[in-house]
């Protein structure tokens, strides 16, 4: 707590400047985000608790656009495929079981309409511990299973939509449906963030430690039964091109639930880089905004 009393007693002087320039400050940039998702649960006997801020679960790596820029890396995928849905269940349980609270907890691919078992997968997501549960689409499939949209009904799930330029006449039509079947919706109309082509860009260590501070992502990965730092380090770990350390990924399905707990809390707390940061420009100059892709 003396940090953040510091911090705010120079933010008023005529170092506040020079105070944006520190890892100190990344540092409590970071933290600040952390007690934020705390806030947004209305819930401070969490505080204490294991309170994720945003798990994306990817069930897919199938998409119908393979945009350029993709940030979840899709068109690199030579082999695209639907994850098993017994085994994203499986992960999801455990993940349920070690954490107490999310405050986003979203399905995605990929494409996730693409998979045949989303309903199923729908039906398990831990809700009674989320604050918002979102699938996300570019909302090129129009589903049509009354048990689809029943199951999204019942657990309150959000269908968010990208824009995309190729979606324009289909997202009016997933609109209106969703309208018909009661299921809530709404658009992510933001540009992409550009993390880069996944190449070694060569940093210096001290450099990647300043990146992976500056570097304001938030949403862990759970991927293939293992929870990752980001979805960055999950994609590049999957696609072969850098394998992940020890400590920036939790093998769920292998683990405990008190191990998953613990290993899960320091990865939240990690203030190292990841392996995958040198492959990534979140977090540096380099990083900007790109439009939106196909
Ligand atoms: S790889 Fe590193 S810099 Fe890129 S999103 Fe993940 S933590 Fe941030």
């Known amino acids: 707590m003396w940090q953040m009393k510091l911090i705010n007693k120079l933010k008023q002087t005529k170092f506040a400047a020079l105070l944006k320039k ?5 540092v409590h940039k970071k933290n600040q985000r952390r007690r934020r998702a705390v806030r947004l649960s209305g819930n401070k006997s969490l505080s204490k608790g294991l309170v994720m801020d945003k798990v994306d679960v990817v069930i897919t790596t199938k998409c119908n656009l393979l945009c350029d820029g993709c940030s979840h890396l899709m068109p690199y995928y030579k ?29 995605l691919g990929g494409e996730p309409f693409l998979h045949p078992d989303l309903k199923y997968i729908i ?16 909302a090129l499939i129009i ?10 009904r019942r657990k309150d799930v959000h269908v968010v939509i990208s824009p995309y330029p190729s979606n ?14 009661h299921v809530a919706w709404n658009y992510y109309d933001r540009p992409w963030t550009d993390y880069g082509e996944p190449r070694d860009y060569h940093r210096s260590p001290r450099e990647c430690k300043r ?5 304001d992502e938030v949403c862990k990965n759970l991927l293939d039964g293992k929870l990752y730092y980001c979805f960055r380090c999950a994609h590049i770990s999957d696609l072969g091109i850098c394998q992940h350390r020890k400590g920036e990924a939790v093998d769920l399905l292998k683990n ?19 392996a995958a940061c040198r492959y990534c420009l979140m977090g540096t100059e380099q990083n900007g905004y790109i439009s939106r892709g196909k």
């Not at 589903?143 to 999204?152: G, I, K, Q, T, W």
């Open 143 to 152: 589903p049509s299973d009354p048990e689809l949209f029943d199951v999204m």
């Open 211 to 215: 990146q992976f501070f500056q570097c």
């Open 123 to 138: 039906e398990e997501i831990p809700t009674e511990k989320s604050r918002l549960v979102q699938v996300l689409t570019n």
């Open 79 to 107: 082999n695209p495929s639907h994850l098993d849905k017994d085994r994203v269940i499986a992960s999801m349980g455990k993940l349920a079981e070690a954490a107490d609270w999310f405050d986003h907890f979203n399905i």
């Open 256 to 274: 405990t639930t008190a191990q998953n707990r613990k290993q899960i809390r320091r990865l939240m707390r990690r203030h190292k880089p990841l």
């Open 168 to 181: 324009e006449k289909t997202r009016e039509r997933l609109v209106a449906v969703l309208e018909k079947e």
């Open 22 to 26: 520190t890892i100190i400050y990344d």
